[in-house]
């Protein structure tokens, strides 16, 4: 099985999609990406989700996402 590497380069949707409690791990960094982030998830980079949903530890949730991505492996 290859190993999911969440970078700046995937969208939002291809996130929540792949990584087991995506949506968990937004929302305990403040955010909901389906609402705070406008309609648009499926073409919104995650590079891109920083300033325009607000996201203040940028680098501590993409730590969390990358590390609840390989649990799983």
Not at 9 to 32: C, K, W, Y
Not at 45 to 73: F, K, S
């Amino acid at each position: 099985m290859t190993e999911t590497i969440i970078t700046g380069d995937m969208t939002v949707a291809e996130i929540l999609q792949s990584v087991p409690d995506a949506l968990r791990l937004f929302q305990a960094h403040g955010i909901n990406p389906l609402t705070d982030c406008g309609p648009n998830i499926h073409s919104l980079w995650l590079e891109e989700a920083q300033d325009r949903c607000q996201i203040e530890e940028w680098e501590a949730l993409l730590a969390d996402l990358n590390r609840a991505a390989t649990a799983e492996l």
